[in-house]
Every structure is written in structure tokens, then in C-alpha cells.
């Protein structure tokens, strides 16, 4: 080990810093920027520098940790803790996404409290009414494409989520009086329509005095940036920290980037950041690679360059199979090997995944020595846990959901369990109180009840007095249902009226079956999700819940009784075990000692798609999930190489399995 010019004063617990690492802690460069792969470390060097930073005094209210997920903000104050910084303190730093920074400094700034609205799906009215005025004041000056189906929503919101992360509008100064058509659509990427309709969808946020209404995702930022921006702007409103940290620099775009560079320089604050380029998989939304590569360095001339070279998460044969699909080095400093394994079962047999990966759960936890360690099944998207979810309840095995909610909670779940608990007349076998008024709001949702600002007004007030009183069947049925002239709405009552027919002791399967064919679910569910692959991953789901009450058998009182049951059985066990169920899309900055991926499967994983930032989202996507893992990586793909993902061929795994053993045992000799 080196001998470092300036000693640490802070000496961790758990962990002997490498000299990479020792060099960030104790680097006194004012402005630092670290380049790391993933396992590397880096949120435990973030880490090390903040209590570097504490231990040589900093008050724990002056530093600003910033990051852009939730579970990264998570894992950041988890490796403080268990660095050794004590909790009391911990508590006291100011650690927040980007996001939450951005509507909390707005709240303070603005003094009211906007609407959160966390699903496009939600915003589905404002967006369609924006472009109706688009066409009022437009359609006569300009040829538009003015089309309200789902695919062109889907594509406005991807189009509104880009230009609000890129900041384009405002960074070329775009106005219909200074830029000539062709100019716009050529600057913004997109069309005329997309960008009149972005101006519109803007003010439509804010009600005749100019006070937002909602926020959705990434608005918060945007409007944080837009305001710091303008020439009026008193930058003593703005938080003071004299340290900032920043994870996941790799996830930043242009407007979370100039967030962070204003709240550097307004503070004159000390920074340190870090990111892995090969783990953007938000493209779409704006995550720029340059960020890490050239345009930090561009507005701070004294950054300073520290790397992560080696991963201390996974051993050498991983560490392989990642070189191989990345086309890049990567290089384990772990003291152990990781061990890879895939099973193959039967594509038309795709309970068969299920069972083997219980039966991987099992063996590993029969082997004494992993007793009391990490597992997490990571999936592609939420719909493939429920048959994953049964099986272990089936099992008693206790498990978590991570970052994710357990398919009884999913809105078109609780579509179906309304429509029964409607027909029985009952919510008595609704446990869990949570549920009982989502289930009101899934089936607003399955009901396509338009979501006015009249109707949200009235509906959450009186949903929360039907709640407490015991009359929220009879409300929803007379003033939400019975008011509603959709389609959809109709199909709702007329299942329920037939149902309630049948009696409870009917059949829970058949029940289901008549749901979704007198709704036509599979029509429905594409008016109603935006996104295809949603509205895709929504139908496996939906799919898999009819599959499950034909398996288990059961009349429809007995079948809801089972589902409130275990709903409560499940939401009890939470925190009690170190099994986790989660989605590639939330696993950044955690690790586990046994990662398996099921349904590896052509169109799965990868999902089909044309555009190439997606494809490159994907695998980024793909590595994120394989580089969780620290001692066994279990891949499930279809015996029949005709259905396997493709993925599995680019890690070449014999030969990463075989030179990573190798590496392994030359490392073992020369610990002797």
C-alpha cells in the first residue's frame, strides 16, 4: 500500500480502503470527478469522502448528498452507516434526489404545495386538451399532425420528457417569430405539432394566475432550473451546503446538470461525484454521456480526474463475462469468485421457471454457510412476479418487494378484486386498509373515467369520507360508476350485476375469464397504458392472475378471502428476510450475494425495439442487473436456443467461466 501524503482522519469500520479509494478520501482538490465501473466502489468512496469531510469538521446540515433514484439516495446513506458515521449524525445531511430537492427548495420559494401526479396516465387529460387548443389556435397556419391515439401520446410524453431534460427550448432560445420551421424541428428533434403542443401542455400546468397545478416526473428540476435561470432570480432563496456529493453522474442530464452546477457555484461549495457511463438506461429522458466525459470539465477548468479501476463486488469470471458484453477491461479485486450458472426449462412450460427458481432459493440457503445472505430475483418488468410471488408464498418463503409493489397491490389487480368485492357487496376481505382505496382508483382507471380537474376535486374527498364511514361501495357505485357514461364504466357495472348473480360460491376463475373477455381487457388495456410495452407487460399480468385462480380452484368468496390474506400476510413479513424482488429498472447502487434472472428469454430480455437508444438503454440495463451480484449469478432461459436472449450468447460464458477460474486460481497461489 502506498503511503498517502495526507492521513486520513476518518478510519472506517467493515472496510480497508484501497489506495483509489484513499486517494478520493483524502484528496484536497476542490472539485473532483470519479470514473468508475460498476462494483468498483464508488458509493462507498462517496461515501468515505463525506465522512472524511464530517471528521475534519463540516456540520453535518451543511452537506448536500444528491443523486438521481430513490434507491440510490437509499444506498448512500446505508454505506455511511456502515462506514461508521453514526446515525444521529447521518440524519442531520441533507440527502435527496434531484427531485425531491427541487419540490421541497419549491415549496419554500413558491409557498404552496402543487399536485404530485406520478403516472402519464394520470396527466392523459391536460395532454389531450393541450393539443385540442393546439388545433384551435394552429391548425390554420400550419399543416399539424393532430392525432390523440395512445402511440402519439406515448410519443409526446417521451418528446416533453427530452426537451424538459435537455433544456433546448431555452438553451437555443426557440421561438415560432426568430426560427423558421425546418430550424425547430431540426434543433428539437421532433416535430412542429410536438413542440406547439410542449408550449401548450406548459401552460395547461398552471391554472389563469400562473400557479402550477401538478408536477409530474422531472418537472420539479425543470421548473427548479427554470427559476434559477431567470435574470430576476435571488440566489439567497436557494439552499446553503458547503460540501455536495453527487452519485449516479451518469444518470444526469442538461437540466439536472445545470442544477448541480448553479447550486456549486452559488455555494462555492467543495464537490465530488461519481458515475459509470455504461449505466445510463434512461436515454430517452435526457441522460447525457458527455456529462461525465467532457462537459463537467468544460464549466469547471480545475475538475480534477479519479478513477475506480477494480470491482470489489464480483470475482474474475464475471468480471469476464462483463468484459466480453461490454467490449471493455473489467477487472475484479474481489477475494472470491463469482459462480455462474444457467438452467434451462421448458418455453412452453413456463411455470417451469418458476419452480426452478425456488428451487435455486432453496439450495442456496441449504448451504450452511449462506445462511443470512442476499438474494434477489431481478425481472425485466413488475408482471413476471406473480407467478414468482405465489410460488414462494406456496413455499413459505418470506421475501420483500423492492422498489416495486407485490401484484395484489397493481392496479389491474385491483381492478379485478373491485369488480368482485362490488359483486359480493363487500370489502370486508380487503385487509390491508391501503388497498381499499386503490381499488377505487384502479377501477377509475379500467373504468376510463375521465380525469378532469372537477372530477379530482371532488373524488379524493369524498373517497376518503366513503372510506371512514363504510360507504364506499355504495358512493362509487352511484356517484362514480353511475355518472359515468364510458363504455368501460358500464362494462364495470354490468360484470358486477351479473357476478352478483352468481353468489359467491361461483367460480373464481370463471369470474375472472368473464371479465376480461366482457371487457375486452386485451383492447383495453392498449387504450388505457400509453406506453406499448406497459400496456404489454400489464396483459402478462393480468394473464397470470386468471392463470393463478384457475390453478388454486377457488369460489369467489374463498378466492377473495385468500387474496386479503395473504395481501396482509405479505405487508406484515416486510423487512423480516434478505430475499428481494425487484426490477432491473431499480437496483442501482445495491448488490446482493445471489443474483438470479428468470425468464431470460428472446423479446423479454432484451425487449424488442428499432430505436438505438433504447437498444444501448437495454444493455446498459442488462449489465446493471448482472453486476449486482457478489458470489453466484443464475441466469433461467429456455432449453431451445430458438427462444434464448441473446444477451446470454454476448457473454460468452464458457470461456469468461473458464479464464475467470483461471485468474482465481493464480490469485489463490499467490495469497500462499
Not at 233 to 254: K, N
Not at 269 to 277: L, S
Request: aromatic share 10%.
Amino acid at each position: 500500500m502506498r503511503i498517502h501524503s495526507n492521513s486520513p482522519k476518518f478510519i472506517p469500520r467493515n472496510i480497508t480502503p484501497s489506495d483509489e479509494q484513499l486517494d478520493i478520501q483524502t484528496a484536497t482538490d476542490k472539485i473532483i470527478l470519479v470514473d468508475a465501473d460498476a462494483g468498483a466502489a464508488k458509493t462507498t468512496t462517496l461515501a468515505l469522502r463525506i465522512a472524511e469531510s464530517l471528521k475534519r469538521g463540516v456540520p453535518p446540515e451543511h452537506v448536500l448528498i444528491l443523486t438521481v433514484t430513490i434507491a440510490a439516495r437509499q444506498s448512500i446513506r446505508d454505506r455511511l452507516l456502515y462506514l461508521g458515521v453514526p446515525h444521529p449524525i447521518v440524519s442531520r445531511i441533507h440527502i435527496s434526489t434531484f427531485e425531491q430537492l427541487s419540490f421541497q427548495s419549491l415549496e419554500k420559494i413558491e409557498g404552496y404545495k402543487p399536485q404530485i401526479i406520478k403516472e402519464k396516465e394520470e396527466v392523459r387529460f391536460y395532454a389531450l386538451r393541450a393539443l385540442e387548443k393546439v388545433s384551435e389556435i394552429y391548425l390554420g397556419k400550419y399543416d399539424l399532425d393532430i392525432n390523440n391515439t395512445n402511440s402519439n401520446l406515448e410519443n409526446f410524453f417521451k418528446v416533453q420528457a427530452r426537451l424538459k431534460a435537455t433544456l433546448k427550448i431555452q438553451r437555443f432560445e426557440i421561438d415560432l417569430s426568430t426560427y423558421s420551421r425546418d430550424e425547430i424541428e431540426g434543433l428539437l428533434n421532433t416535430s412542429l405539432t410536438n413542440y406547439l403542443w410542449f408550449l401548450q401542455y406548459e401552460k395547461e400546468r398552471r391554472d389563469h394566475f400562473g400557479e402550477v397545478r401538478f408536477r409530474g416526473e422531472g418537472d420539479a428540476s425543470y421548473d427548479f432550473i427554470n427559476l434559477i435561470e431567470a435574470p430576476d432570480f435571488e440566489p439567497s432563496t436557494l439552499p446553503r451546503f458547503t460540501v455536495i456529493a453527487c452519485d449516479e453522474m451518469h444518470d444526469l442530464s442538461e437540466a439536472t446538470f445545470s442544477l448541480l452546477t448553479q447550486l456549486i457555484t452559488m455555494n462555492n461549495a467543495f464537490f465530488v461525484g461519481a458515475g459509470d457511463k455504461d449505466q445510463v438506461i434512461f436515454s430517452w429522458k435526457g441522460s447525457d454521456h458527455s456529462i461525465l466525459q467532457s462537459k463537467f470539465y468544460s464549466v469547471f477548468k480545475n475538475t480534477r480526474p479519479y478513477k475506480l479501476t477494480e470491482s470489489y463486488r464480483y470475482g474474475p469470471s464475471l468480471a469476464q463475462a462483463v468484459s466480453s458484453f461490454k467490449n471493455k477491461k473489467n477487472v475484479s479485486g474481489s477475494s472470491w469468485n463469482t459462480t455462474i450458472n444457467v438452467i434451462n426449462y421448458d418455453y412452453q412450460q413456463q411455470h417451469q421457471c418458476v419452480l426452478e427458481t425456488v428451487n435455486l432459493i432453496r439450495k442456496w440457503r441449504s448451504m450452511g454457510e449462506n445462511d443470512g445472505t442476499s438474494i434477489a430475483i431481478l425481472l425485466r418488468h413488475a408482471g413476471q412476479s406473480l407467478s414468482i410471488e405465489n410460488e414462494l408464498l406456496d413455499n413459505n418463503i418470506q421475501y420483500q418487494m423492492d422498489g416495486m409493489s407485490s401484484f395484489l397491490r397493481r392496479p389491474e389487480i385491483l381492478m379485478f378484486r373491485g369488480i368482485l368485492g362490488l359483486s359480493l357487496g363487500s370489502l370486508d376481505t380487503i385487509l390491508y386498509n391501503k388497498s381499499r382505496g386503490e381499488i377505487f382508483d384502479a377501477l377509475v382507471t379500467f373504468g376510463e373515467i375521465p380525469i378532469t380537474p372537477e372530477f379530482q376535486k371532488s373524488y379524493w374527498g369524498i373517497r376518503k369520507d366513503a372510506m371512514e364511514t363504510g360507504a364506499a361501495l355504495g358512493w362509487f357505485r352511484d356517484s362514480i360508476l353511475g355518472k359515468t357514461a364510458t363504455s368501460s364504466a358500464n362494462s364495470i357495472k354490468a360484470c358486477s350485476d351479473y357476478i352478483s348473480q352468481l353468489g359467491e360460491n361461483a367460480s373464481a376463475y370463471s369470474a375472472l375469464q368473464f371479465i376480461r373477455e366482457s371487457m375486452d381487457l386485451e383492447t383495453a388495456v392498449k387504450r388505457i397504458y400509453i406506453d406499448h410495452n406497459d400496456s404489454a407487460f400489464v396483459q402478462h399480468s393480468i394473464d397470470e392472475f386468471i392463470q393463478l385462480a384457475k390453478q388454486k380452484d377457488l369460489s369467489i368468496g374463498a378466492f377473495m378471502k385468500w387474496l386479503g390474506k395473504t395481501e396482509l400476510k405479505i405487508h406484515s413479513r416486510q423487512g423480516d428476510d434478505k430475499l428481494f424482488i425487484a426490477c432491473a429498472d431499480d437496483i442501482k447502487g445495491k448488490e446482493f450475494d445471489f443474483v438470479i434472472l428468470p425468464y431470460m428469454e428472446r423479446l423479454i430480455f432484451p425487449r424488442s425495439t428499432f430505436d438505438d437508444e433504447e437498444r444501448m438503454d437495454e444493455a446498459n440495463r442488462f449489465y446493471v442487473a448482472i453486476t449486482r451480484a457478489k458470489r453466484q449469478l443464475a441466469f433461467l432461459t429456455p432449453s431451445d436456443p430458438t427462444y434464448q436472449s441473446i444477451y446470454l450468447q454476448a457473454l460468452r460464458l464458457s470461456e469468461s467461466v473458464r479464464e475467470g477460474k483461471r485468474i482465481f486460481s493464480a490469485y489463490q497461489r499467490s495469497q500462499r
